[in-house]
């Protein structure tokens, strides 16, 4: 082999390396879905405000990358758009009121102690202003669609199924549920994942696989900020 | 040992040989009493996992009899090694190999006695340390082997799920939480399922470590001696959320457990109604609840795949 060649092909193989490289770090490690973020603009000692969205799947231009995917959305609080994502950011030590619309139908849940209401301001959440503290998922018709929970401080609350399923997410006109509740950030920093316990990845082993498992769908991060 | 059947090649003709093996093993002997005590009293009492269970000081005690055992070997290897560098270093201009050594029946039967010696005193000890604290906290299966003796332990359901433990107090009326609190002082059975995938229930510091199956139930055996804090994990990669399947449990005073039992069974009243009865697997056939809620919902299949064949499995 000539020398040009040589270089040649050492200078390929150099590029394809780097070029890989890069684009992991870019698709994988730096991509994913954008940051909510409500403490843009917060003043000390209010609450903060957030409405998301469950929708039993999505449209494509909404969802390019899975549109059959059970999802949640955060509408953004500036533009009130609402975004395919389920990582935000809250200030520490502040009230937050939150607000889930169902679009989704009824799962059974698996477990029955994810019907249980804990970590909520008084304990409690409200299904269309009435107020609940369990749940049970098991007797039809079934009133639990998925869960919002974040483990490490305690908080879980199954969400209202909704009185029909809308396939086109994000959705605004169609009939939902609504679930409010409310709770305190931790009084420090830190990220905090989110999740949904009811395994409702159809066509997944268990139903636990794809949405369940993919950052984005049914579960997330909330970052709390100091 | 190899030293006095390997003299130094290098020695001046005429010149007395000195008894390197001798030297070794004297010096090997000095540092080995002093190490082993140290490690035996100093160190062997901070060794993970520590004392906070049975399991635990019996996992202690084997870790520091491994290291006791373990130091005079590290410390011969490193001996001689040093030794030869100093006393055999090859001369400037001394082109000779060294003496063979095959065939010296003395270091061949030295070398498999001592290592058998070592290998199956592990082995017989290893074995006897299994059975004495009841499985030595790692899941026996359904059918325990070994069992603790006298008394009725108290029973812990483990129930692993993505991402998170729940616990269920069967003598406590079933109730089930996301709390895991044990008096000081007792027995403690865990039967440990999984409602999934496979999951592992690893209570660090009480040294318990049960694969969590699903439609299986893994049996392991403790008996708290400190009030405290420990730490459980789960350590069988189980997918997105693994590394934050973790939480904090506690070892509370006889007194303070049955008032948090008795406190919690109450507060969760109303969600144990609604629990399924007690049993050591749920899968979606052999509790009622959950198989008819799936198949009203049209989920048919659910005690395998939990979604039926209608919904065509995903890679």
């Given at each position: 082999m000539s020398l040009p060649v040589r270089v040649a092909t050492l200078l390929v193989a150099f590029v394809a390396v780097v070029g890989g490289a890069v684009f992991v770090v870019v698709h994988?490690?730096?991509?994913g879905p954008p940051v909510e973020d409500f403490t843009v603009g917060h003043v000390a000692g209010q609450p903060v405000n957030i409405v998301m969205q469950t929708d039993a799947s999505s449209s494509p231009t909404a969802v390019?990358?899975?549109?059959?995917w059970v999802s949640y959305f955060i509408k953004n609080p500036q533009t009130g758009a609402w975004v395919h994502t389920t990582l935000f950011k809250v200030p520490a030590n502040t009230r937050v009121n939150m607000t889930i619309l169902g679009y989704d139908g009824s799962t059974p849940i698996?477990?029955?102690?994810?019907?249980h209401v804990t970590g909520t301001i008084g304990g409690v959440a409200y299904y269309g202003g009435k107020p609940v503290?369990?749940?049970?998922?098991?007797?039809?018709?079934?009133?639990?669609?998925h869960t919002f929970a974040i483990p490490s401080i305690g908080l879980n609350v199954p969400v209202e199924a909704g009185p029909g399923t809308c396939?086109?997410?994000?959705?605004?006109?169609n009939a939902h549920s609504t679930t409010t509740f409310s709770f305190m950030t931790p009084s420090h920093s830190g990220v905090f994942r989110w999740q949904c316990f009811?395994?409702?990845?159809?066509?997944?082993l268990y139903g636990n696989g794809g949405p369940m498992s993919?950052?984005?769908?049914?579960g997330g991060n909330m970052e709390v900020v100091g | 040992m190899t030293a006095e059947s390997a003299?130094?090649?290098?020695?001046?003709?005429?010149a007395a040989e000195p008894r390197h093996g001798l030297r070794i093993f004297l010096i090997w002997l000095v540092l080995s009493a002093i190490v082993d005590p140290i490690i035996w009293f100093v160190w062997g009492p901070h060794?993970?996992?520590?004392?906070?269970?049975d399991t635990a000081a019996s996992q202690q005690v084997d870790i520091t009899v491994m290291a006791v055992m373990s130091a005079p070997v590290i410390l011969f290897v490193l001996i001689y090694f040093i030794y030869a560098l100093i006393t055999w270093r090859q001369k400037p201009g001394d082109e000779e190999d060294g003496p063979p050594i095959h065939g010296n029946a003395r270091i061949s039967a030295t070398w498999i006695i001592g290592t058998a010696v070592i290998v199956l005193g592990l082995f017989v000890y290893g074995t006897v340390e299994l059975i004495v604290p009841a499985g030595a906290g790692a899941g026996e299966g359904n059918t325990p082997i070994w069992r603790p003796s006298g008394g009725t332990p108290l029973q812990v359901q483990v129930i692993a799920q993505q991402w998170r433990f729940t616990y269920r107090y069967p003598q406590f009326g079933g109730f089930e939480t996301t709390d895991l609190v044990l008096p000081v002082g007792r027995e403690v059975q865990f039967n440990v399922t999984s409602l999934d995938v496979i999951h592992s229930f690893w209570a660090i510091q009480l040294a318990v470590k049960a694969d969590a199956n699903p439609q299986l139930n893994n049996v392991a055996y403790t008996k708290t001696l400190h009030t405290g804090s420990f730490t459980v994990r789960c350590?069988?990669?189980?997918?997105?959320w693994h590394g934050a399947m973790f939480d904090t449990g506690r070892v509370l005073s006889v007194a303070g457990f049955q008032a948090w039992a008795t406190r919690t069974e109450a507060q969760l009243a109303a969600l144990t109604r609604q629990l399924?009865?007690?049993?050591?697997t749920y899968d979606a056939n052999s509790v009622k609840q959950l198989g008819k809620a799936f198949h009203q919902a049209g989920?048919?299949?659910?005690?395998?795949?939990?979604?039926?064949?209608?919904y065509p499995v995903s890679p």
């Open positions: 994988y490690l730096l991509g390019p990358d899975h549109p059959t698996r477990n029955q102690v994810w019907g503290t369990t749940v049970n998922g098991w007797n039809g018709p079934y009133l639990i669609q396939l086109n997410g994000p959705c605004t006109s009811i395994p409702c990845g159809l066509s997944f993919t950052i984005g769908y049914m | 003299p130094a090649p290098a020695a001046p003709a005429g060794l993970p996992p520590g004392a906070m269970s350590s069988e990669l189980c997918g997105l399924p009865p007690y049993a050591l989920l048919f299949g659910a005690g395998g795949n939990y979604y039926g064949s209608q």
